[in-house]
């Protein structure tokens, strides 16, 4: 059975600091696209950051320098660590996994990150 899960959201102070985790079951990470995305309220879901095999990476303009995804391909794990946070990032935070061939693109329940004082 094919599951994604996130964790690690919360509330955090702006300028602080925190680290989402991915736990991927059911197939395996290495060999699919691993993203972060986040969806404000009222807004779209927006890419924050992909990772591909083996450790390529691209972020989205509003994050670049405040944010790193990495891959625990032993954990089968995806990770996103968010420093200087702003209330502008206060999102649901997905977590997505694609591949083309074949087709596979699973979506976490998602973790809520909110940034506030």
């Known amino acids: 059975q094919v599951q994604v899960v996130e964790s690690g959201g919360g509330l955090v102070q702006p300028g602080g600091s925190l680290r989402l985790s991915c736990a991927a079951s059911g197939f395996t990470i290495s060999t699919y696209v691993m993203s972060w995305y986040r969806q404000a309220p009222g807004k779209q879901r927006d890419l924050v950051a992909t990772?591909?095999?083996?450790?390529?990476?691209n972020y989205a303009d509003s994050v670049k320098g405040r944010v790193t995804i990495s891959r625990d391909n032993a954990k089968n794990t995806v990770y996103l660590q968010m420093n200087n946070l702003k209330p502008e990032d206060t999102a649901v935070y997905y977590c997505?996994?694609?591949?083309?061939?074949?087709?596979?693109?699973?979506w976490g329940q998602g973790t809520q990150v909110t940034v506030s004082s």
């Open positions: 997505n996994a694609f591949k083309l061939l074949p087709r596979g693109n699973y």
């Open positions: 990772i591909t095999s083996p450790s390529t990476t």
